[in-house]
């Protein structure tokens, strides 16, 4: 699988994909532009991983378009990389995950397909803000800073909302995953689920496949 590193230096956001024969993408976005790369350089294939790019990023925020930020689609891309084997297949996945037009129906590689479920991610003061809003009305707010975790969901529900702050309190105190690798994890689970339990039985199952959490 694909060795994935992202790094965020002020409003420039830099995701660098590893792939087992050495050859390696740089996807960068920030305030100057958005721009792939590749090394070996390969036009072709840097042609066909920008044009990906750059489609998606111009389609978030419009009505239907499952993405509602940047930071989605940077996450969405890391995410399928890491179960990528090649550029080839992650290429193939990565057309069906960001739904560029002119696809075929099957993807080539399995990807999960998106809800209509609205999540926002954002940095607020030394932490990070999820705002997450699901198609059956139901929505929840979590932010994440050093000293601590605030959770507000609407409607609330007592027994869930404690279970809930437990289970991110336990993550909160541990090493691993930090601020910002939670708030990311919290932000895809709620991406591929349609109310707030179906978000909370995909937030175990995910920290599941992560040995140590």
């Known amino acids: 699988m694909a060795l994935t590193t992202k790094v965020i230096d002020g409003d420039l956001l830099t995701l660098r994909i590893v792939f087992p024969d050495d050859r390696t993408v740089t996807v960068t976005a920030g305030r100057d ?36 930020s940047l930071n989605q689609v940077i996450y969405g891309m890391e995410t399928l990389a890491r179960s990528a084997m090649s550029v080839e297949q992650f290429i193939a996945g990565l057309r069906e995950v960001l739904e560029v037009s002119g696809t075929s129906s099957e993807p080539e590689i399995g990807v999960r397909t998106p809800s209509s479920t609205v999540v926002d991610l954002s940095p607020s003061g030394n932490g990070w803000f999820v705002d997450a809003r699901f198609q059956t009305g139901e929505r929840f707010k979590l932010a994440i800073n050093k000293a601590s975790i605030g959770w507000a969901a609407d409607p609330p529900e007592p027994g869930r909302d404690k279970a809930v702050m437990k289970l991110l309190s336990r993550l ?42």
């Open 33 to 68: 532009g958005k721009s792939v790369g590749m090394a070996p350089n390969d036009g072709k294939i840097a042609d066909r991983l920008s044009s990906i790019f750059h489609w998606s990023t111009e389609k978030v925020g419009e009505p239907g378009y499952p993405f509602t």
């Open 172 to 213: 909160k105190a541990a090493p691993a995953p930090t601020d910002e690798d939670l708030a990311l994890l919290v932000m895809e689970v709620a991406h591929y689920s349609s109310d707030i339990a179906g978000w909370f039985n995909g937030l175990h199952f995910a920290l599941s496949e992560q040995p140590g959490l």
